[in-house]
């Protein structure tokens, strides 16, 4: 988005959607961000019908990775406090290795308790 038609343009497609609460657009990141209960592919749709180049954002902030060391998280267009969002090496938290290994940790101290 260059100026301020592009960006009324992009705003105007998706404000109006059934179930859109929210639409905040940043032209530094040529990003739209849409808040509310929507399909998000619609919303991409509808974004592109405007000849507006569009994807999805692949970047999520720093803190909410479980391990951002990843290879391929790191990206130099990333903004400030976001990494990719790609595959994770550690396991599910719900995973059956993760819940084994758990229970014969030293962190735990009831976990060689007898009852």
């Given at each position: 988005m260059d100026c301020d038609g592009c960006e009324r343009l992009v705003k105007n497609s998706v404000k109006h959607m059934k179930g859109v609460k929210t639409v905040e657009v940043n032209r530094k990141q040529s990003r739209v961000t849409v808040s509310g209960y929507v399909d998000p592919n619609h919303v991409l749709k509808r974004i592109k019908s405007t000849g507006k180049r569009a994807e999805f954002w692949p970047y999520i902030p720093y803190n909410l990775v479980s391990y951002p060391y990843v290879s391929q998280a790191y990206d130099k267009r990333a903004p400030a406090g976001y990494v990719?969002?790609?595959?994770?090496?550690?396991?599910?938290?719900?995973?059956?290795?993760?819940?084994?290994?758990?229970?014969?940790s030293d962190d735990n101290p009831n976990a060689c308790s007898i009852m």
């Open positions: 990719k969002n790609v595959v994770q090496a550690v396991s599910a938290p719900n995973a059956t290795d993760e819940r084994i290994t758990y229970l014969f």
